[in-house]
């Protein structure tokens, strides 16, 4: 069961592989303006993992959360090559 129910989802793609995001909150306008990455914590683990942080966090910052390559709603590529540390820094920043 989720606490809140994100405000946009949809998928970004890196290097052909689509990873799934998740936004809550909203950003405002101004230099208050923050926004958390919330990333996976392992390969292993997907978004779903900060469920009970995002409720109270997007009261007061506009909070993103992704599921990693391989795992969720993410793609799974194929072979070790897809999921180097840069790999996950590039679904990061995308």
Do not use: C
């Not at 009261?59 to 996950?88: C, I, K, L, M, Q």
Request: no cysteine.
């Amino acid at each position: 069961m989720r606490a809140r129910k994100p405000d946009a989802d949809g998928y970004v793609e890196t290097d052909g592989v689509k990873v799934h995001y998740e936004v809550y909150g909203a950003a405002t306008a101004g230099p208050d303006d923050r926004t958390i990455l919330l990333m996976p914590t392992w390969t292993i683990i997907h978004s779903r993992f900060w469920k009970a942080q995002v409720g109270y966090l997007a009261r007061h910052f506009r909070v993103v959360t992704f599921d990693g390559r391989g795992n969720g709603r993410s793609d799974r590529p194929g072979g070790a090559a897809a999921y180097t540390n840069e790999a996950y820094a590039a679904d990061a920043l995308a």
